[in-house]
């Protein structure tokens, strides 16, 4: 057997990437939620505003509103603003200013802003330089200078939708449903610029007028008003406010909010992962480089801090522990209350034991770059609960997929099934308070191979190192004595675990579990024999390879695999098996037996990643790194980490109706767009749900933070991501 030295000299010499991403702060975005509370449930929120002393003012039809943990509450700071009608607020030297049916003024500036305007019925208003100030009403414009009315028009049909001052034009800008209007100042005069139909909004944004409609965007020349062709391939055409917030346009619709990028597509804020609800009211400028969103049911306030990747690794870290950790095993939360942190509960799953791996495979890699004491705890912790698994089922080498205490386990809890029906199985009397789940698939298997192999190579303790090659000889005997079956408690083959080549060579060769489960049980037997020495694993991966043409089906180019009429299991691209296959190539390429195979092995995994490389997943990425991959996609990696959100929340997502989407024809491996969404705009999900862009459990649950802890330390152990840089 070889020295463990050895065995990390050879993983860390193919584990070098040609690239690194230099991990230095770039800008991370979240969302913290205020609902409207029970006494304000079916108020109208019309208007958002935060001033220079960092309050934020809600303008509802019952009054002003705040912020308070969480909620909206009643604003009643000054008492005499909560004795009158306030109709529009804005502000002024960021200070907040307010219209009511009678006057125009603020607090600010000692209370002495104070102006009559004696328009009828008043909607808009705004404040120019040197207290300028243009109030609006049906059918009629007003303009005050040093508090006295200097100008005014009545006009027909006029209902203001929304003022702007233009400093550098030197004029009011004024919108309805059907015309902007300018207003020139200091010579007020007015005139009729530009007419269209559904009209909803308005700003300036780079020398333009950019005007929103019930279907798209309009653009006009800021001095000839000329138009633009419409914009409709927005995420929502349905608009209803847009704003520049310092230098940047953001887009208020029926279906959430988006800022325009400087590549002309859009970031896109919707769903509860960033909204209270969708459809929004206005957007301005918050606090501390933040942005407010008033939407129908509440106020959602859009974070933007400056991060590392390091740094939200350690973000995520505290949250695995605290709300992911059960009995060792990597676990999500489902929530009694949808949304609410504070009801989780920790839940089994059927592949306990594979997210458990992955979890373990990013401590192991966080041990190794930082030499972490609590990353090794966290290690050894989570190896007991996985080594646990083969000892609950009594079965020689055979592991349970979980085990939970019994009368907590979350299916077969009827009283009434008789015991030989249930897959969830009373363990052995010394253990017999708990119940272990029998029906293991190959998903398992694959997780238990990647890990234990990791772990025998970079535990610095050799005890615990034996004890993980301890786990892969008993689990690849298992197989080898059930005839390359997973056997469990009825001598029978789980339904999922089969590796014998009259199931294997069944399928037909543009199946993917031909080539999959070639490559699985090539691995499990290298990686036998690469830890014990133990030529018997050898023999048998050469019986399966010259007789049964497993290497052949291995080494078989992943473009082969395809709809084949007749096979369920081809009906589509399985990206389960993405993950499987990612997982076992770092044992199926450096464990070869020799260099010829080795290049083959490469070959074959490196096709795969070249069909799945449009899915810029880091974790294929740097595994494939691992296997000896040069030249990855460091940048493709990076932006994944980077658009993971911070929210794990599985709150419901929909982006079907989205227009700035290109899709492209119905295809086998379930891809809807031209390219892959970022993390936080489609429905969260482990690392098999590539293209899944619409769905959620309402917020029923958190994911583990794995799903990010394993990619980034991956990425940190091939050196494809830097230490971090915070200067």
Request: glycine share 6%; aromatic share 12%; proline share 3%.
């Amino acid at each position: 057997m070889k020295s463990i030295l050895t065995i990390l000299v050879i993983f860390m010499s193919v584990a070098i990437t040609a690239q690194t991403y230099t991990d230095k702060p770039y800008i991370q975005d979240y969302a913290d939620k205020f609902e409207l509370s029970e006494k304000f449930k079916n108020v109208e929120l019309l208007q958002v505003l935060t001033d220079r002393n960092k309050l934020v003012n809600i303008l509802s039809s019952t009054g002003l509103l705040q912020t308070w943990k969480e909620q909206l509450v009643e604003n009643m700071l000054y008492r005499p603003l909560t004795d009158i009608n306030i109709i529009a607020i804005n502000k002024y030297e960021e200070q907040f200013v307010y219209l009511t049916n009678k006057a125009v003024l603020s607090n600010s500036w000692a209370g002495k802003f104070y102006i009559e305007h004696g328009i009828k019925n008043p909607s808009e208003f705004v404040v120019a330089h040197d207290f300028t100030t243009l109030v609006a009403g049906e059918g009629e414009l007003a303009l005050f200078q040093n508090s006295k009315k200097a100008w005014s028009k009545t006009l027909a049909n006029f209902e203001p939708l929304n003022l702007i001052f233009d400093k550098n034009g030197k004029r009011f800008l004024i919108l309805t449903s059907d015309a902007v209007y300018q207003l020139k100042c200091p010579k007020k005069e007015l005139s009729k610029v530009f007419e269209a139909d559904n009209l909803t909004a308005m700003t300036l944004f780079n020398n333009k007028i950019v005007l929103g409609t019930n279907n798209g965007i309009l653009s006009l020349d800021g001095k000839t008003f000329k138009a633009e062709e419409i914009n409709q391939k927005l995420p929502c055409n349905e608009i209803t406010t847009i704003t520049n917030i310092k230098g940047k346009l953001w887009i208020g619709s029926t279906k959430g909010a988006f800022k325009l990028r400087e590549d002309n597509k859009y970031d896109y804020y919707a769903s509860k992962r960033w909204l209270v609800d969708d459809e929004v009211i206005d957007i301005a400028e918050g606090l501390d480089n933040s942005v407010t969103i008033l939407t129908s049911k509440g106020l959602s306030k859009i974070n933007f801090v400056s991060m590392t990747l390091a740094e939200k690794a350690a973000y995520f870290q505290k949250i695995q522990r605290l709300r992911h950790i059960r009995y060792g095993f990597s676990s999500e939360t489902h929530l009694k209350i949808p949304g609410d942190l504070s009801t989780s509960i920790l839940g089994d799953t059927d592949n306990d034991g594979l997210w458990t791996s992955m979890y373990l495979a990013g401590e192991l890699f966080r041990y190794a770059v930082t030499k972490s004491e609590d990353a090794k705890q966290n290690a050894y912790e989570a190896f007991e609960a996985m080594e646990r698994l083969t000892e609950i089922s009594g079965i020689d080498g055979f592991p349970a997929r979980t085990y939970e205490i019994d009368g907590y386990q979350s299916s077969d809890t009827n009283p009434n099934m008789p015991e030989d029906k249930k897959i969830w199985r009373i363990a052995d009397k010394e253990d017999a308070r708990w119940r272990w789940k029998s029906t293991t698939s190959s998903d398992e298997s694959c997780g238990h191979f990647f890990v234990y192999a990791l772990f025998a190579e970079i535990a610095p303790d050799k005890e615990w190192r034996e004890r993980a090659i301890h786990q892969i000889k008993i689990e690849m005997d298992h197989l080898i004595d059930n005839d390359w079956y997973l056997v469990t408690w009825n001598g029978k083959p789980t339904e999922w675990g089969r590796w014998n080549p009259d199931y294997v060579n069944s399928f037909p060769i543009n199946v993917g579990d031909r080539r999959l489960n070639s490559t699985l049980i090539l691995s499990f037997l290298q990686t036998a024999y690469h830890y014990t020495g133990d030529k018997k694993y050898k023999k048998e991966a050469q019986k399966l390879i010259k007789k049964y043409g497993y290497d052949e089906n291995a080494n078989r180019l992943a473009s082969v695999i395809g709809y084949v009429e007749g096979e369920a299991l081809s009906d589509g691209w399985n990206h389960s098996d993405d993950e499987m296959y990612f997982m076992t190539i770092p044992a199926f390429v450096n464990y070869s037996f020799d260099d010829e195979q080795k290049k083959k092995h490469f070959e074959a995994a490196k096709s795969h990643w070249e069909l799945e490389r449009s899915e810029k997943n880091p974790l294929w990425n740097y595994l494939f790194a691992l296997s000896g991959g040069k030249n990855i996609d460091i940048e493709e990696s990076a932006w994944w980490l980077r658009e993971f959100p911070l929210d794990l929340i599985d709150w419901r997502v929909d982006n079907s109706k989205r227009k700035d989407l290109i899709k492209i024809p119905q295809n086998f491996r379930n891809q809807t767009y031209t390219e892959v969404l970022p993390q936080d705009e489609r429905v969260l999900g482990l690392h098999n749900g590539a293209y899944r862009n619409n769905g959620g459990s309402d917020g029923r649950r958190e994911y583990p933070p794995y799903l990010y802890l394993l990619p980034y330390w991956a990425g940190r152990y091939v050196d494809a991501i830097s230490a971090p840089e915070t200067k």
